[in-house]
């Protein structure tokens, strides 16, 4: 995506959340993500250490998310958290900002919104699990969650197989008519049911919720389902029984974060996995891994979300917010 954007002479580009909404759809996001997933399990891309830090100021949660993608020369940081009073304010709680440099010279290119684009990469993140190991025969999705991020991932999963039906649950059952729309509007039916009989149905499952407890059983999982586990990025959360983890084939974006902040920490907790049992999705989208071997393997992709993800659909934005003319410009 880099071109001569990262000159002197270009100035910083202002990329806002309109701009980005107008600019990147899932596709784009599905192969920027993809393809920054791939370059980490090559060694060709890294994320560095996350900051993340209660402000003692607002009930607020902040921090950064780094890294450096070689092959796409992306250099950058999502800066941002979780302000639980915004909504009293008429604003979202989650806010981030990416911010983007020239890998050659450290000199500042762009500034992005990071709301929208957080929504659209952690949808594209769940959508490439799918694509390369859920059955190609996947009929019926599951959603576990209903808040904000559900839509997004509702809306890029069902591109990736010809699915029929998606079936619901949430802990807080009045928030599943935001579900029920998104599948109307793809002309898919929607029934809202009980974990126990999302499970028993569906062949792909997500879950996005912030939960801090197992809220599907490993007997309730059908063989032959994928799970894309999402909601899990912070040390305590758990969306699914640790046992279910162990009993899966797991895949991850990134390992490190899968056993630490991700779905399968308390498995590794437990002495129930070890980390080599986890395998970089990077490595399927190479080439240098199967995947999903057989029918009856339940897949398991731990979604932890890394800084690298951000900064790919961040570096899309403001490329193509330069080709069309939809970033203020500042001169530096
Ligand atoms: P939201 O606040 O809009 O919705 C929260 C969801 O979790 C709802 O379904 C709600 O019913 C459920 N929930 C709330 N408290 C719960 C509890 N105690 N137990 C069980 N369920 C509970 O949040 P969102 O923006 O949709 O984000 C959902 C989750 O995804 C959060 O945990 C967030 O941190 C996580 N997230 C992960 C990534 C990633 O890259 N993996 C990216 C963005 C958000």
Redesign the pocket.
């Known amino acids: 995506m880099r071109d001569e954007m990262n000159t002197q002479t270009d100035g910083l580009l202002i990329v806002d959340e309109d701009a980005c909404e107008q600019l990147v759809g899932r596709q784009q996001a599905f192969d920027a993500v993809q393809d920054v997933f791939a370059a980490m399990a090559r060694g060709d891309a890294r994320n560095f250490p996350v900051v993340r830090e209660a402000l003692g100021h607002a009930d607020a949660i902040y921090g950064f998310k780094s890294g450096f993608d070689r092959s796409g020369q992306v250099l950058g940081v999502k800066s941002g958290g ?1 302000w639980p009073g915004n909504s009293q304010k008429g604003l979202t ?2 806010q981030s900002t990416v911010v983007l440099f020239d890998p050659d010279t450290g000199r500042i290119t762009a500034l992005v919104g990071g709301n929208y684009m ?2 659209v ?2 949808a594209a ?1 769940s959508a490439i699990s799918i694509a390369h190991l859920a059955r190609p025969d996947a009929q019926i999705l599951g959603m ?7 839509t997004f991932q509702l809306r890029a999963a069902a591109e990736q197989r010809e699915f029929e039906k998606v079936v619901a649950w ?3 059952p009045e ?1 599943l008519p935001r579900l029920a729309e998104v599948a109307e509007d793809l002309g898919l039916e929607f029934e809202a049911t009980t974990p126990e009989g999302l499970g028993a149905q569906a062949d792909v499952i997500i879950t ?6 197992p ?1 599907l059983k490993k007997d309730w999982v059908k063989p032959g389902t994928h799970l894309a586990c ?5 040390k305590g ?1 758990m ?1 699914v029984d640790p046992a279910l983890v162990a009993a899966a084939t797991l895949f991850t ?1 990134e390992v490190a974060q899968s056993i630490s902040i ?1 779905e399968a920490q308390h498995a590794a907790l437990k002495g129930e996995i070890s980390q080599d049992a986890i395998t970089p999705i990077g490595a399927v989208i190479n080439g240098d891994h199967i995947g999903r071997s057989n029918d009856a393997e339940i897949t398991l992709f731990d ?4 800084g690298l ?1 951000d900064l790919a659909v961040a570096s899309v934005a403001a490329q193509l917010a330069k080709n069309t003319g939809l970033a203020n410009k500042v001169t530096l």
């Open positions: 979780y709680n989650h957080t929504a990469r952690t993140s576990v969650g209903a808040g904000h991020q559900s949430n802990p807080h928030m996005i919720t912030s939960a801090f407890e809220l999402m909601g899990t990025d912070t959360k969306e974006d991700g979604g932890t979300g890394v993800q």
